[in-house]
């Protein structure tokens, strides 16, 4: 049976590889890695593969993610702050959540009860990114109410950044998460486990050796799947950043002028387009289009291809330099960037495969 297009190829051993690196990297500073799902919306086989290189907690924001994974042996983070309409799949399908509004801590702590659960938490402290979180000047009044609550367990504190407000983690930053753990402990006698010091912008601190020594986690999406840091965008060292490769098929290709003719509207999405006279070029449109990647995140693979634009279904591609003999039929292959994976993942229009 012929492969169907458009589709992602996915690249199991490449994945494990990073996942392989990661781990040894972060274990050796005393860090255990959540591996987060939600970009390639916690496949079955990729999640698979990632547990066979030795993860032991993934985090996925959607509970509908955690909920297929529930017969799969590792411990679930939900990344994303619950909604009070979910506490009850929350603490039947997470082994832990990342909170920051005591009302929906409440519910769950009532979701525990009824499910005869005790449900983990951390607390979530916003480090200046305007994403989630508590300020840090609230946190101490929060965790005052967490620890009255019955089968609720605060089990750490954490932090998010560089995913809203582009704020980059340092050490001055994630310092104060250490502060704070110092300050809970010694004010309510307790001991927090779990220090939570962000995603994959966090990596290069680990990688420079930088990272405070209390932070003890960290929550790891991108720098698993496509093998970058995500502070300055650069190479994780000694992983692989074409595990996911994306594969799409021409339907036309034909000599055009790059010039359109008639009067300029607007495009299918409200802009009105301009365009570089470049002479007549070849051009091959492939099957792919807005409803199932984000154009301005793929790269082909053959460098002499570049892209001329996309409408939902319909991606245009000039294909004049190109040395390969490109007919109808021919497939043409793109790296993709995060938010590009995020949709062609998601979109049920493009098939799957994944590569032992
Ligand atoms: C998505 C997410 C992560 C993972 O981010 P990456 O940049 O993919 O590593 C970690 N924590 C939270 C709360 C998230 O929402």
């Given amino acids: 049976m012929g492969k169907k ?17 990661i781990l040894a990297m972060c274990n050796k500073k005393h860090i255990e890695v959540a591996a987060v799902t939600k970009v390639y ?3 079955k086989p990729i999640v698979e593969a990632i547990l066979e290189a030795g993860v032991a907690m993934v985090g996925d924001s959607r509970i509908l993610n955690l909920k297929k994974l529930k017969d799969l042996n590792c411990k679930k983070m939900l990344l994303r702050i619950p909604m009070i309409s979910e506490v009850y799949d929350v603490v039947r399908y997470s082994d832990c959540s990342l909170n920051s509004e005591i009302d929906t801590i409440e519910q769950l702590a009532k979701a525990a009860k009824k499910l005869n659960k005790i449900h983990n938490i951390i607390l979530m402290v916003d480090l200046g990114d305007l994403r989630e979180g508590v300020l840090i000047n609230d946190v101490v009044s929060s965790v005052s109410k967490i620890v009255k609550l019955d089968n609720i367990k605060l089990i750490g504190i954490g932090t998010n950044v560089t995913c809203y407000g582009g704020v980059i983690p340092d050490s001055e930053n994630l310092g104060k998460l250490t502060k704070l753990k110092i300050e809970i402990e010694k004010t309510f006698d307790l001991k927090l486990p779990v220090i939570s010091g962000g995603n994959s912008s966090s990596l290069y ?24 840091e995500t502070s ?8 692989y950043d074409d595990a996911f490769i994306l594969s799409g098929e021409i339907v036309e290709i034909k000599s055009k002028p790059t010039l359109p003719t008639g009067t300029i509207g607007m495009d299918a999405f409200g802009h009105i387009p301009s365009f570089e006279d470049k002479g007549i070029r070849k051009r091959a449109i492939i099957a792919l289009g807005r409803q199932d990647i984000r154009v301005e995140g793929i790269t082909p693979l053959d460098n002499d291809i570049s892209i001329f634009g996309a409408s939902s279904d319909h991606l ?3 294909v004049t330099d190109s040395k390969k003999q490109l007919i109808v039929g021919s497939i043409v292959e793109f790296k993709i ?3 590009c994976l995020l949709k062609a993942m998601t979109s049920p229009y493009v098939e799957k495969y994944y590569n032992n």
Avoid: S
């Fill in 337 to 339: 960037d995060y938010g």
């Fill in 316 to 318: 245009i591609l000039d």
């Fill in 205 to 228: 601190m680990v990688i420079n050796d930088t990272m405070p020594k209390e932070i003890n986690q960290l929550r790891i999406g991108e720098a698993i799947v496509l093998g970058r």
């Fill in 232 to 239: 300055f965008g650069k190479p994780v060292p000694n992983c």
């Fill in 41 to 43: 919306c916690a496949k």
């Fill in 5 to 21: 297009y458009p589709c992602m190829e996915v690249d199991l051993k490449k994945l494990t590889h990073n996942v392989k690196t």
